[in-house]
């Protein structure tokens, strides 16, 4: 694995603790079973409170955090070991690519986090602060102490995702061992205590947000740290895909066809892509939503596309579902292309991946 430019500025400091490992066994419960469990969150106070144009990054960060410390990530990291349920998704976009592992850690006491060596897979961790900020990314092995001081906030979400080939049963399993030897130690875990944020008031002005934020083609100025993102463009990407990378880690297009009345078939064949991640295509509904479909087709990406012999690959979105990389396309979908370490290519312009379109 090469060392992310984050991880290289910064060293052993905010961007290697991005490494923040796995807890114990329990944190890997069957993920229908985590979310019926009652919630470890704690409030500081019983009166809820209102969600202002002033604090909705914190309010929607607070809650993406107690929805993971719900599922078993506190003080420790929660693996899902299966694809995203399709009837379980708790974040817009989410992507059906890696595995995810997650842990939210009360910095009150540094956590030292060690990430193992995934050799030639993919995998990206990321840490985030309570504002939504990344506040260091990285891809390779190694031991990191996270702080308060360098974090900025009490509290952070290490988010983590793994490549794989969900149709090889071996190489699952092998995802799976790499999560178990992610690691995080530290004195005491402490405790889990945010304002209880009215969550009326927040989905008013996230739903607010993401009509804006729908106009938004790239990623570039969304995510990242507070002096290297767009002031406006991060609040809409709180909005719109919460959770997500610097452009320098993970490369976001979004496109809406024309006519994407789920009737009228589309086609994108791609070659080379220029990322030393991966790259994938995802169909999403008009909510930015997996739309649960009979044959199963969400996404296509560098692993699982079946190539023509000149080493393409054409994406069917629509038509007939018998169709080599076939992608069900509901009434008002969209597609989000992934581009994961993106090379200077694709970062200045000169490349332009492909876009979808119709097939007459």
């Not at 976009?93 to 060690?114: I, K």
């Not at 024309?258 to 009228?264: F, I, L």
């Amino acid at each position: 694995m090469r060392t992310t430019r984050r991880t290289a500025l910064r060293g052993t400091g905010l961007a290697g603790a991005l490494a923040l490992g796995v807890g114990s066994a329990s944190a890997s419960q069957d993920f229908s079973e985590a979310t019926a469990r009652q919630t470890r969150t704690e409030t500081t106070d019983d009166e809820s409170v209102s969600v202002t144009w002033e604090n909705y990054p914190r309010a929607e960060s607070d809650t993406y955090l107690a929805r993971y410390v719900e599922l078993g990530g506190f003080g420790e990291f929660y693996h899902l070991r299966e694809l995203v349920p399709i009837d379980q998704q708790d974040v817009i976009q989410m992507n059906r690519d890696t595995l995810y592992s997650a842990g939210v850690f009360d910095l009150t006491e540094p956590v030292t986090v060690t990430q193992p060596d995934t050799g030639d897979r993919y995998q990206l961790l990321i840490v985030i602060d309570q504002d939504h900020y990344v506040k260091g990314s990285s891809t390779t092995g190694g031991e990191y102490t996270l702080t308060q001081d360098e974090v900025g906030t009490r509290y952070c979400l290490v988010l983590v995702r793994t490549l794989l080939d969900p149709d090889d049963p071996d190489d699952v399993e092998a995802v799976h061992a790499i999560q178990n030897d992610l690691t995080a130690s530290q004195e005491s875990t402490g405790t889990f205590e945010i304002p209880n944020w009215d969550q009326d008031s927040l989905e008013e002005i996230r739903n607010a947000l993401i009509t804006v934020g729908e106009t938004m083609e790239d990623s570039r100025g969304v995510w990242g740290d507070a002096d290297e993102v767009d002031p406006v463009k991060h609040f809409l990407g709180t909005a719109v895909g919460w959770g997500g990378s610097p452009e320098t880690d993970e490369f976001v297009l979004w496109r809406t066809p024309e006519r994407n009345d789920g009737d009228t078939p589309y086609t994108l064949t791609v070659g080379d892509v220029p990322v030393d991640g991966y790259w994938s295509v995802t169909v999403y509904n008009s909510d930015w939503y997996l739309e649960e479909n009979e044959y199963e087709a969400y996404s296509i990406n560098n692993v699982t596309a079946e190539r023509a012999d000149d080493g393409s690959v054409t994406i069917h979105f629509g038509g007939d579902p018998d169709q080599p990389n076939y992608l069900y396309t509901p009434a008002g979908w969209n597609y989000t292309v992934r581009l994961y370490e993106p090379r200077e290519e694709i970062l200045d312009g000169s490349y332009q991946f492909p876009e979808a379109e119709p097939l007459e």
